[in-house]
T-cell receptor, first 111, second 117 residues
Framework: QKEVEQDPGPLSVPEGAIVSLNCTYSNSAFQYFMWYRQYSRKGPELLMYTYSSGNKEDGRFTAQVDKSSKYISLFIRDSQPSDSATYLCAMNPGNTGKLIFGQGTTLQVKP | DTEVTQTPKHLVMGMTNKKSLKCEQHMGHRAMYWYKQKAKKPPELMFVYSYEKLSINESVPSRFSPECPNSSLLNLHLHALQPEDSALYLC????????????????FGPGTRLTVL
């Protein structure tokens, strides 16, 4: 079993939909949770950084962490075709700098 | 300057060649990272420099040799690579060094797409 599980998709939604992307994990020591967006043939772009449990909002993006369920989510409101990309969750128990990534979910937003 | 830059964008090399990848950041970040990413896979950590010192080597073969000449610059020297080393090589940096949880807040460059023939 992988430490971080993420459904690879692809996930296809119409423009304007609310998108929910999720990761589950097995290591209860994880404390730091990140979401990255990666366009084809580009480097990952940091979208959200959260520590411990709770919600964090930034524009159309909301990150949620539920440590009791070992489950994290990224919500995208009013999705746009420009949101079409691969979304990677990443996490770490401490300050090693070694991010444990999920496999990535490919999202397509259709006009 | 708020970005990580990498050169070259693309590199094709033979198995007997020696080449280098370069990464720069001028954000005053204290840690820098090399990752390797194969198609449809997540990035895999190779090396971490914290305060210009090599802190993590993820058992990477010696044909990959990192170097951190100063706090803004990170190189990856390549020698006698194999075709299976073809991948996207990503550099990242974090404002915090490995003494802080914010070392997990990593910012990536665009990558160098390497093809080994």
């Amino acid at each position: 079993q992988k430490e971080v599980e993420q459904d690879p998709g692809p996930l296809s939604v119409p423009e304007g939909a609310i998108v929910s992307l999720n990761c589950t994990y097995s290591n209860s020591a994880f404390q730091y949770f990140m979401w990255y967006r990666q366009y084809s043939r580009k480097g990952p772009e940091l979208l959200m950084y959260t520590y411990s449990s709770g919600n964090k909002e930034d524009g159309r993006f909301t990150a949620q962490v539920d440590k009791s369920s070992k489950y994290i989510s990224l919500f995208i409101r009013d999705s746009q075709p420009s949101d079409s990309a691969t979304y990677l969750c990443a996490m770490n128990p401490g300050n090693t700098g070694k991010l444990i990534f999920g496999q990535g979910t490919t999202l397509q937003v259709k006009p | 300057d708020t970005e990580v830059t990498q050169t070259p964008k693309h590199l094709v090399m033979g198995m007997t060649n020696k080449k280098s990848l370069k990464c720069e950041q001028h954000m005053g970040h204290r840690a820098m990272y090399w990752y390797k990413q194969k198609a449809k896979k997540p990035p895999e950590l190779m090396f971490v420099y914290s305060y210009e010192k090599l802190s993590i080597n993820e058992s990477v073969p010696s044909r990959f040799s990192p170097e951190c000449p100063n706090s803004s610059l990170l190189n990856l020297h390549l020698h006698a690579l194999q075709p299976e080393d073809s991948a996207l090589y990503l550099c990242a940096s974090s404002q915090a060094a490995l003494t802080s949880g914010r070392a997990n807040e990593q910012f990536f460059g665009p990558g160098t797409r390497l093809t080994v023939l």
